[in-house]
């Protein structure tokens, strides 16, 4: 069963940024897409299962930005 979740992430405000997050998120096993927007603060994820949310943060963290949850 595939999944899409968007999370709200600081710290992100270029092109770079985005680029790092989501070389990071796509690492992840089961990633199929990700989608980092510097000016919104936001990273959709699409995955073929469901993941852990502590993936995702750990792989933001790697990444040198803070995950702060998911967005509404």
């Known amino acids: ?13 270029c092109g770079h940024c985005e680029n790092s997050v989501s070389k990071e998120l796509s690492s992840l096993t089961g990633v199929t897409e ?3 927007d510097a000016k919104a ?3 959709r994820v699409s995955s ?4 852990d949310d502590e993936q995702i ?6 990444a040198g930005f803070e995950l ?5």
């Open 1 to 13: 069963m595939s999944s899409t979740i968007t999370y709200t992430v600081t710290g992100m405000s």
């Open 34 to 36: 990700v989608a980092a």
């Open 41 to 43: 603060g936001t990273v």
């Open 48 to 51: 073929a299962a469901p993941l």
């Open 57 to 62: 943060r750990a792989a933001v963290d790697e």
């Open 68 to 72: 702060v949850g998911r967005s509404a």
